[in-house]
């Protein structure tokens, strides 16, 4: 994958197949400090301590179609090679959260990619659930994108799939993103 924000689809899209309610993604990019910390969270059917501890194999997956899972095993090596870290938590009946730390200024990290049409695709992709929430912050104010709000301001007879709530929310996540990632003055 090139683009972060496809590692963020692909690891999130696990956190939808392990049944979860919510799935919190939060992106901070510290210029001063020089790191990106991605933390991906979720209220999922969690992992066992034993699971946990061989899932960065591309040999270990829960999928029966194949054999071979390579998102997490990438996004950690990819961690590890813009001298970041990778740590997952998991517990059984809990969740799973994912921390993933790059040195921001590395060569060989990716572009963010589009986190707009991101989120759009995993709304689309599950309009009924979990909730997604994504925090941006790049030293401005930080961008809040909330599913569950948004459920809340239409009520329940307008699916977030609906052409013209999919369109108003690629609008304020475009917009959002762009006003989170502008210094502040």
């Not at 993933?100 to 060989?108: A, G, I, M, T, Y």
Request: aromatic content about 6%.
């Amino acid at each position: 994958m090139n683009e972060l924000a496809l590692y963020i689809l692909d690891l999130t899209q696990n956190s939808v197949t392990a049944g979860a309610s919510c799935v919190e993604i939060s992106v901070t990019l510290d210029r001063e400090a020089d790191t990106l910390v991605i933390l991906i969270k979720d209220d999922g059917c969690g992992m066992s301590k034993e699971f946990v501890a061989k899932v960065t194999s591309p040999f270990t997956t829960t999928r029966k179609t194949r054999k071979v899972g390579l998102g997490i095993p990438m996004i950690k090596q990819l961690c590890e090679m813009c001298e970041g870290t990778f740590r997952i938590e998991s517990e059984l009946g809990k969740g799973t959260t994912l921390h993933l730390e790059f040195q921001l200024s590395h060569v060989d990290l990716p572009p963010m990619g589009d986190l707009a049409e991101t989120m759009t695709a995993l709304v689309i992709g599950s309009p009924d659930k979990p909730d997604f929430r994504l925090v941006y912050s790049e030293g401005a104010e930080p961008y809040v994108f909330d599913t569950a709000m948004i459920r809340q301001v239409l009520g329940e007879d307008v699916p977030l799939n609906t052409p013209e709530v999919v369109l108003w929310m690629q609008d304020d996540l475009r917009e959002g993103l762009a006003q989170a990632a502008t210094p502040v003055q």
